[in-house]
T-cell receptor, first 115, second 111 residues
């Protein structure tokens, strides 16, 4: 099973809402990632979890809050977002967060619209 | 920025032709990867080439790496309409836990 599953596929939320994005993998990968991708741009790294601990936060605003409940699950909690946060949010995993084992497996993404 | 630059930004070819995309990066790397993204979907890993390798093949894909010029190329031979997608190079130049994506090349293969 080389699948990374993201839910929901689409999400529309108001600026005062609280919502969560979910990501799941069963490949035994020990590194998980959140990326944000705007239209016609490359994915931009937001967070890296290494062995279930947050290891990289790319200066992401606090209205985005990641959580890794266990080695298979990754959540992104959203609160008080802005319209400019509308984007495709991608989750990925890799065997390990090291140069020799960082081939990334991506989910299909959550298309987020903030009204 | 650690981000790689790719050219061309967009490429349109006829089915059966070859497509070549180029990627340049700024700092030393351990490896370079190529990914493909169909419109609005997740990325799919295509191939990884290590810094001590110069060329690698996978099916209709051929990747070259020139570390002295800090550049890589992806060649897709005998293109098909199904190859229509955006292609990104990615390096670990930003740190061992990070993969940083290039700006991407949007390929259109016309049947």
């Amino acid at each position: 099973d080389t699948e990374v599953t993201q839910t929901p596929k689409h999400l529309v939320m108001g600026m005062t809402n609280k919502k969560s994005l979910k990501c799941e993998q069963h490949m035994g990968h020990r590194a998980m990632y959140w990326y944000k991708q705007k239209a016609k741009k490359p994915p931009e790294l937001m967070f890296v979890y290494s062995y279930e601990k947050l290891s990289i936060n790319e200066s992401v605003p606090s209205r985005f809050s990641p959580e890794c409940p266990n080695s298979s699950l990754l959540n992104l909690h959203l609160h008080a977002l802005q319209p400019e946060d509308s984007a495709l949010y991608l989750c990925a995993s890799s065997q390990e967060p090291s140069p020799s084992k960082n081939i990334q497996y991506f989910g299909a993404g959550t298309r987020l619209s903030v009204l | 920025s650690q981000q790689g630059e790719e050219d061309p930004q967009a490429l349109s070819i006829q089915e059966g032709e070859n497509a070549t995309m180029n990627c340049s990066y700024k700092t030393s790397i351990n490896n370079l990867q190529w990914y493909r993204q169909n419109s609005g979907r997740g990325l799919v890993h295509l191939i990884l080439i290590r810094s001590n390798e110069r060329e690698k093949h996978s099916g209709r894909l051929r990747v070259t790496l020139d570390t002295s010029k800090k550049s890589s190329s992806l060649l897709i031979t005998a293109s098909r309409a199904a190859d229509t997608a955006s292609y990104f190079c990615a390096t670990d130049a930003g740190g061992y836990q990070k993969v940083t994506f290039g700006t991407g090349t949007k390929l259109q293969v016309i049947p």
